[in-house]
Every structure is written in C-alpha cells, then in structure tokens.
C-alpha cells in the first residue's frame, strides 16, 4: 500500500524579515513546487529516506537518534503529537523546491513528512497542529523564525500574518500573476536574519524605523490585494524591495533581476524570502506575464516559475 502526502512552496509577497520583530507580513503559496512524502507498510521501525540527499536513512525509534536533525525531530514531535509510542513503515522523501531559495523548502519537507507519519499511523493531523510542529523544526533552521513559513506552507492559502496573533486568510479581489525567478543562489535564511539582527543592534532606531515603513507597505498592500488593484500593489512591492536594500538583505544578482523584471513591463519586483541570494518575485499583468519571464531568463535567472494567486483553484508553470 503507498500513502501520498505533500505540501507546497511558498512566496512572501511583502513583510520578510520585519515581520521577526513584529510587522505584519503576506504570503501566498506555491503550489506546484511541492515537497512529496510517500510512505509504505513495513514490518520495520520507521525509516525516513530522503531521495534528493546524499544522507543515510534514518532510523527513528534509534536510541541515538540526532534531534538536531529537522528530519528526525520532526517524526519524533509528530509521533508524540499524535500519542504513537512507536511505528513501523518507510516514508520516502523528495521535493522540487530549491534548497535556501527562500521558498519554504524545509517548512515544506516537515509538513509533507508529518502528514505522512499521520497517515501511516492511521490518524489525522489538523494543519493549525501541523503547523506549530513545523515551526519547533523551523527554530533548527532558521533561528528565531517568526513563524510565517510553516503557517502558510501548512495551510496552503493566502494569509495576513503578525508574529503571535491569529492567522488571517486573505480574499484576493482580482487574479494576481506573479513571476517567481532564481537567482540560483543558496542563502540561507538563518544567516540573513542574523545579519539584520546584528545591524538593528548597531542601528536600533534607523531599523525600527525601516520596520515601521514594511508594515505601512503591507497594511496597504493588503487592502489592493483585496481588492484587485494590481498597479498600486505593484508599486508597493518595489517600496518594499528598497526598503530591504536598505536592511542589506538585497545582492548585486537579486537588483539585477528586479530592474530586469520592471524593465520588461512588471508592475512591481522585489526579493522574496531572507535574501542575500535565492528568488525575487515580480507582478504582472495577464499579458505581460510571459514576456517578462523570458526577460528575467535572458537576464540569467536560472529557474522562473508563473504563478496565478487568487486564481481559484491554484495554477502554475515552470518555463524551460
Ligand atoms: C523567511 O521566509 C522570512 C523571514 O522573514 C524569516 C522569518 O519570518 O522567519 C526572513
């Protein structure tokens, strides 16, 4: 018997990194680069495999086992979540999201792995539980995540976040076509959140200040993502790009390929996620979609994906 689970990527459209201290922040899914788990009956302790890395399985119920690895703690607290002492299967892991890109691959790979521990168990796992257990496994890899990663990845909807409040769902007025693009390089997020927090040590007022500006950004990008107003959006996203240059979180290869999208006709660009490397995300209008995605290839972006948010059911393509 083979049991699927998976849960996808995701896209912060505004708020990254103010959002640790306090400001809100928007993001969306990506729904077609996913993190896949796929689990068998075997007589076994559970094994984990993850296909994509070079790595040995892992043994969970291991008297050693290494709970520094998001991986093994994850099955642990999913296993004492759901009250298994102890089981038995394989789950298999693989995902097409890059690694560090600041598109949620490891919120992403927790999620699809405790959805399958669950199914194996023959129980079910709420996305609001699922999501506080990704968000314990997050602190491995991030830090002092502010936990919007394992919030959006785990309920797969737009949402309106603020640190420690009640996650809000948000309606999108009018489809919103957005073009993710690869710088194709690894950053990890963990590294530029503790580089923002070494320069609001050096410059508490100036950052305060710059976090202050993000939240006006998103509080009113929150209002024409509901409803539909894409020109002012786009603007906002490229206020919000500026203001993260100015937290030092941008790179040489994130400013290129957002003068790259607004040179092609975007309404709005900017990085996405922690920064340093890894994606930027750019608004387009329907027509113009594809034209700036070739753009953004010739201007050396090593993997552009189309999303349409709000869309209904989720739609995406890769471009080759
Ligand atoms: C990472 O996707 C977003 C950051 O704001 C970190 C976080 O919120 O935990 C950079």
């Known amino acids: 018997m083979g049991i699927c689970a998976s849960a996808p990527g995701k896209a912060i459209l505004f708020g990254e990194h103010a959002v640790v201290y306090g400001a809100p922040a928007i993001a969306v899914p990506l729904s077609s680069i996913r993190a896949r788990a796929t689990a068998s009956v075997t007589n076994s302790p559970l094994t984990i495999i993850a296909e994509d890395l070079a790595r040995p399985p892992l043994t969970i119920e291991a008297v050693d086992l290494d709970l520094a690895d998001p991986l093994a703690l994850m099955s642990r ?24 890109s600041g598109l949620g691959s490891g919120a992403a790979v927790s999620a699809a792995l405790g959805r399958a521990i669950a199914r194996l168990s023959g129980k079910v796992i709420g996305d609001d539980d699922l999501s506080r257990l990704v968000f314990e496994v997050e602190k491995l890899h991030h830090g002092t995540p502010s936990g919007i990663d394992n919030a959006v990845v785990a309920r797969e909807k737009p949402l309106y976040f603020v640190k420690d409040r009640p996650i809000e769902v948000i309606g999108i007025g009018a489809p919103l076509w957005l073009i993710v693009a690869d710088t194709g390089i690894a950053s990890p997020t963990r590294d530029a959140v503790s580089a923002v927090r070494s320069l609001r040590q ?44 100015s937290l030092a979180v941008s790179s040489r290869e994130l400013d290129w390929l957002v003068e790259a999208a607004l040179g092609a006709g975007a309404l709005g660009a900017k990085l996405s996620g922690g920064g340093r490397g890894g994606n930027i995300i750019a608004l387009a209008d329907g027509d113009s979609a594809e034209s700036i995605g070739r753009a953004l290839l010739e201007a050396g972006a090593k993997r552009v994906t189309m999303t349409v948010a709000g869309a209904g059911p989720h739609h995406d393509d890769d471009i080759d």
Do not use: Y
């Open 77 to 100: 607290l999913t296993m004492r979540h759901l009250g298994v002492a102890s089981l038995t299967g394989e789950i298999r892991l693989r995902s097409d999201i890059p690694i560090a």
């Open 202 to 245: 050096r410059q508490p007022k100036r950052t305060a200040r710059t976090f202050d500006e993000i939240g006006e950004i998103v509080r009113a990008a929150r209002t024409c993502l509901e409803r539909g107003a894409a020109a002012p959006l786009g603007a906002l996203m490229t206020a919000n790009h500026h203001l993260l240059q």
